[in-house]
């Protein structure tokens, strides 16, 4: 790899983050001293067992918690940094969320919840609901366009999960656990789904697991063991990479 | 987020618990329908009240007086009425005088037939009778010397002096009362005082003397008004001086006024210029001192009824809370998307509070349609139920008593109220949604 592949130039950085939570009269450290970059492109894993700290880190990387020390970066704005208002516009523009237990609103069709993030931005509802249905004729649901959640599989909502972490072409999409619900045939066509928009559209996956075999899928392999960084390796033996 | 995206989740919201929601707006419709019940009653007994006072006298004259005891410098003058005139939101001012003698005789018809052995005379600023609320049953206030207004029974004081004593008068009650207390089979007097020429037969200490008279006007019977508007006659202040001047012969001296009326503009006006006249040093009389306390007292009840109502109200503003609160912490994880999402902390804000809005609306528009019926049911009661009473139970009218009274200010004032309780009620389940952390989304259930 060399300078003028993008995938060099860095989107999240991570400086010196260190996160504590009270627990009762004592202080648990969750992060401690973590420092972490990522290109953009790249599918980079944030792998661990359980309580190894990388949901804390996954939480710090979206904005959804502020460090207490240190600073988060997104292609260059430090969002540890922004406002309640100014986070919510920024993750209109720039973040996409896939999430383990799909969370699709229960009250909505599936073109309705694909199309929330272009509502939330105030785009008119033909043009956005016209978008949804194009994506998620893309991710194979054309037949469900109008189905509610729970009318659908768990397959089928964790489809129309991603088509809704991309329809507004984020810049960084991150997936927690996002085939932690499924059987594994499932979780073969989720995961190539992820890395197929991504690479389409030159976008940033942050994916969260505990699963050796998903992280299989990623450019960049980080491992969290106590709230610290014990490896952060390049995967040569990334499966997409070969498709593409 | 726009505006129509914003309105129509905060409908899918209500319509996705339906029996919630019209359970939460059966409670803000019935605290509607009693406020505006309440205070419908409350208006309905003052309207009543001012109608009651307003047959008991006109509510906007002041009746003036010379200080009781003692003769001080207040005297009523001519330079009073001038300076009442100058009081602002006085339209009219006139003396009155009765004329003060040993024996005033009526004599009419020809060869003076007919005879009044008494009658009352007054002198007043006739040109100001109408304004002071004096009505006429027949011909018009006087205008040139020597005419005069006759009370509505002046004739039947009359006898006839060619029948024999005992019958030569007319008994005006000989037919009785109705059930309702109406005079019937009322007989005619003898004769039409507007027709006949009269004159008037005045006895001093110094002599007699007589004033032709000439009656060109006949006012309704008004006991609050003086009881020459019965069996009396009023005449112009000009023409009661040159009489009171020739009654008093060689030793003339000023006779002041008995009283000056004035008349206020607008009723609002009334307490005002009945102290300033008492100011002056003047003894006042108005419907201002009965109407004031009723007044009071209509108010307190209505605020009291008010204040039911309101109570039921407030009620029916924790049920809003305690429904916003519940849902909210239904919709705790589906918040936490939102936000994940992208979704502006004040959208989260505007849903929730638009949602309570929305039922306190709701729930107000129908309590003030429910109020509306229940409100003409309640007068088409008490007036009879028929299909011409359907009318006046609704917008009233001259001489129907409504027990509630709705008036468009009410249910606009209802409506209004009920989205504000809905507003407040909303606004506290509203902050803590925003409150909300967009981590809920990740966490696992």
Redesign the interface.
């Known amino acids: 790899m060399n300078g003028s592949d993008p995938r060099s130039r860095p989107i999240i950085e991570v400086k010196n983050v260190r996160k504590e939570y009270p627990v009762g009269d004592e202080t648990v450290v969750a992060l401690k001293r973590i420092n972490l970059t990522v290109n953009r492109g790249e599918i980079c894993c944030i792998f661990g067992t359980s309580g190894s700290g990388k949901?804390t880190l996954?939480?710090q990387l979206?904005?959804?918690?502020k460090p207490t020390r240190g600073e988060v970066c997104i292609g260059g704005v430090p969002i540890s940094r922004l406002s309640?208002?100014e986070l919510?516009?920024?993750?209109?523009?720039h973040?996409g969320?896939v999430?383990?237990?799909y969370?699709l609103?229960?009250?909505l069709t599936a073109t309705e919840n694909v199309a929330?993030?272009l509502?939330?931005?105030?785009v008119?509802?033909q043009q956005r609901e016209a978008a949804a249905r194009k994506l998620l004729a893309r991710v194979g649901l054309s037949h469900r366009l109008d189905h509610f959640p729970r009318q659908m599989s768990g397959g089928q909502q964790q489809r129309a999960g991603i088509a809704?972490a991309f329809i507004?072409r984020p810049d960084v999409v991150f997936a927690?656990e996002p085939t932690g619900n499924l059987d594994s045939k499932t979780t073969v066509e989720i995961m190539e789904m992820i890395c197929a928009f991504a690479r389409d559209f030159h976008q940033t996956i942050i994916l969260v697991t505990h699963d050796p075999e998903m992280a299989s899928y990623a450019h960049r392999i980080v491992t969290l063991i106590d709230g610290e960084i014990v490896s952060n390796q390049v995967n040569d033996k990334e499966k997409l990479c070969h498709e593409a | 987020?726009?505006r129509?995206?914003l309105l129509r989740m905060c409908l899918?919201?209500l319509l996705?618990r339906k029996s919630r929601t019209i359970l939460t707006v059966l409670g803000v419709l019935i605290g509607c329908c009693s406020i505006v019940i309440m205070v419908s009653l409350g208006i309905g007994m003052k309207e009543s009240q001012e109608k009651l006072l307003a047959e008991m006298g006109d509510l906007t004259i002041i009746t003036a007086t010379a200080p009781q005891g003692g003769r001080g410098k207040a005297k009523l003058d001519e330079n009073l009425v001038r300076q009442l005139k100058g009081i602002d939101g006085v339209v009219a001012v006139t003396p009155k005088q009765s004329l003060e003698v040993d024996e005033i005789r009526l004599v009419a018809g020809t060869g003076n037939r007919y005879v009044a052995d008494w009658t009352t005379v007054v002198g007043m600023d006739t040109q100001a009778m109408e304004q002071m609320g004096y009505h006429f049953v027949d011909g018009a206030a006087a205008g040139s010397t020597g005419d005069v207004v006759a009370g509505q029974y002046l004739a039947y004081n009359f006898k006839d002096t060619l029948r024999p004593e005992g019958r030569n008068t007319v008994d005006r009650w000989s037919g009785g009362w109705d059930e309702n207390g109406n005079l019937v089979d009322v007989p005619p007097p003898y004769l039409d005082p507007m027709k006949e020429k009269m004159t008037l037969e005045i006895s001093t200490e110094s002599g007699k003397f007589t004033v032709p008279i000439k009656v060109v006007g006949v006012t309704k019977e008004d006991y609050s008004k003086g009881s020459e508007t019965s069996e009396g006659i009023i005449m112009s202040l000009g023409d009661l001086r040159k009489i009171l001047d020739k009654a008093q012969g060689n030793k003339k001296k000023a006779v002041p006024y008995d009283s000056v009326l004035v008349k206020v503009a607008h009723i609002s006006r009334v307490a005002d210029v009945e102290s300033e006249i008492k100011g002056l040093g003047y003894s006042t009389e108005s419907m201002e001192s009965v109407r004031k306390p009723m007044e009071k007292e209509a108010r307190q009840k209505q605020l009291m009824l008010g204040g039911l109502g309101a109570i039921s109200l407030f009620v029916a503003a924790l049920g809003i809370t305690n429904t916003m609160i519940m849902s909210i912490s239904e919709r705790t994880?589906?918040i936490g998307?939102?936000?994940?999402?992208?979704?502006?902390?004040?959208?989260i804000r505007v849903m929730f509070l638009s949602e309570a809005g929305a039922i306190g609306l709701i729930g107000g528009v129908i309590g003030c349609i429910i109020s509306f019926i229940a409100s003409v049911v309640i007068n088409l009661v008490s007036l009879g139920p028929s299909m011409e009473n359907l009318l006046p139970a609704i917008v009233g009218g001259e001489g129907v008593s409504r027990i509630s009274v709705i008036p468009p200010w009410l249910l606009l004032f209802a409506v209004l109220f009920s989205v504000l309780i809905g507003l407040g009620s909303g606004y506290y389940p509203a902050n803590k949604a925003v409150r909300i952390?967009?981590?809920e989304?990740?966490k696992?259930?």
């Open positions: 949901s996954l939480n979206a904005g959804m918690e309640e208002n919510a516009s920024f993750r209109q523009k973040l969320f999430f383990q237990s969370n609103l229960p009250n929330m993030p509502l939330f931005r105030g008119p509802r809704r507004a927690d | 987020m726009r129509q995206d899918q919201n996705r994880r589906e998307i939102m936000k994940a999402l992208g979704c502006y902390v004040t959208d952390p967009a981590l989304a990740i696992s259930e």
